[in-house]
Structures are given as C-alpha cells and as structure tokens.
C-alpha cells in the first residue's frame, strides 16, 4: 500500500558526490521516522541516517560529516548527500519509512535499494 521508490544511485569516483532520493507514494496519512540503511556483504542492513517528520537526524559514525539527510514532508520524500564518499561506501542502499496509513493502519516499508559504487 505504500510504495518507496529510490533513484539517485551510481558509480563515482573516491572523494566524489551523489544525492539519493526515495519518493513515498500510496494510501499514506502521516510519516514518521524515515531511513537510509545499507547491507555490506556477509552483514545484517545497518542504518546509515535517520530523520524523524520534526528534521532530528541520526548519522552513522562512518558517515558523520561527509553525508546529510533531510526530507520535504510536503512531497514525501527523503534525500541522502553523499560527500567525500569512498569505496567502503559501495554498497545498495535502502530508504526506510513508518507511518500511518489513511485506513489508519501503521506501516514499515522498504524501497527495492540503489546501488552506490565508489571505485577509482
């Protein structure tokens, strides 16, 4: 019933940038907690960021500094900067939502993930 789609994914070089977005659709009333999280081989998905619908963000050490997460309520939609990455940062990446659904049921939902590759 809700659909997260992310775009923004691709190959860049290390010290380079990339913006990730994830767009929420369907039969959505309000958004919580939204997340970026990433899968390195071999490991469970861990969270990258967090931003709750009020702007409080959480980072992951790694990415402290070099990523900012922020979100346009209005549109429903999350975005990732990615600054200075670098090649332990390939990886596919995950959007994350929570939320109330209109027929006032909550949901947890994942996107299908972008792949980030960082390699010289």
């Known amino acids: 019933q809700v659909q997260l789609v992310e775009s923004g994914g691709g190959f860049v070089q290390p010290g380079g940038s990339l913006r990730l977005s994830c767009a929420a659709s369907?039969?959505?009333?309000?958004?919580?907690?939204m997340g970026w999280y990433r899968q390195p081989p071999g490991k469970q998905r861990e969270p990258v960021a967090t931003i709750t619908r009020s702007g409080s963000t959480n980072y992951a050490d790694s990415v402290k500094g070099r990523f900012t997460i922020s979100r346009d309520n209005a549109k429903n939609t999350m975005y990732l900067q990615m600054n200075s990455l670098k090649p332990e940062d390939t990886d596919v990446y995950y959007c994350?939502?929570?939320?109330?659904?209109?027929?006032?049921?909550?949901?947890?939902?994942w996107g299908q993930g972008t792949q980030v590759t960082v390699s010289s």
């Open positions: 994350n939502a929570v939320g109330v659904l209109r027929n006032t049921r909550r949901f947890n939902d």
């Open positions: 369907g039969s959505i009333l309000s958004i919580g907690t």
